[in-house]
């Protein structure tokens, strides 16, 4: 099965501050990756979809790239209500997998 | 609108069955993809298994297969999350989510359901 490993695991970062975090699939899912918001306490929000597809209402600081092994979410300009864990997932052929995390924080 | 409703809290003991349940309203629900997501406490997401109301196809995660049964009940826009038998690591919020299809990412999620499985 395709394996999902993201980093950092976690990442403390200044307000204004451009953030990025990287996500490797074990073996190449074309364009197949999502990427979720989950804040303490609620269910995870669907950021970016299609690897770069932002879901509508999603704020444009948020943007995603990427193909086959290799993707990234990018938050261009981080805010307080930025602080939650992000999730990519792949749902290409075969079980979907979700990386591990990486939990922003506010320096 | 779009919503997913799920049962509330349980608290099990291990043996014990349950089935949980997410609800689906807003639109037609036989032609979305239902999938369940487990996280267990302080803990990452993983993907359990997905299934299509409209004629009850079912794919299952190789971790949970045999663990669990995901079924649905489209006259009632409802999906369900079946244990025969909990364990105490069943222990976990279980999510469902709507999906377009098996390639696309959940877009709506349920509220969550937290199961607790202790003697």
């Known amino acids: 099965d395709i394996q999902m490993t993201q980093s950092p695991s976690s990442l403390s970062a200044s307000v204004g501050d451009r953030v990025t975090i990287t996500c490797r699939a074990s073996?190449?899912?074309?364009?197949?990756l999502a990427w979720y918001q989950q804040k303490p306490g609620n269910p995870p929000k669907l950021l970016i979809h299609?690897?770069?597809t932002l879901q509508l209402g999603v704020p444009s600081r948020f943007s995603g790239s990427g193909s086959e092994t290799d993707f990234t979410l990018t938050i261009t300009s981080l805010q307080p209500e930025d602080v939650a864990t992000y999730y990519c997932q792949k749902y290409s052929s075969g079980p979907t997998a979700f990386g591990q995390g990486t939990k922003v924080e506010i320096k | 609108e779009v919503q997913l409703v799920q049962s509330g809290a349980e608290v099990k003991k291990p043996g014990e069955s349950l089935k949980i349940s997410c609800k689906g309203s807003g639109y037609s629900f036989t032609t979305y993809w239902i999938g369940w997501v487990r996280q267990m406490p302080g803990k990452g997401l993983e993907w359990m298994g997905i299934i299509y109301p409209g004629d009850s196809d079912t794919r299952y995660s190789p971790s949970f297969q045999g663990q669990v049964t995901i079924s649905a009940d489209k006259s009632i826009n409802t999906a369900y999350l079946h244990w025969s038998s909990l364990k105490a690591s069943d222990t976990a919020t279980y999510y469902c989510a709507r999906h377009e299809d098996t390639a696309t990412g959940g877009d709506y999620w349920g509220q969550g359901t937290l199961v607790t499985v202790s003697s």
């Open positions: 073996q190449g899912i074309s364009n197949f």
């Open positions: 299609a690897t770069s």
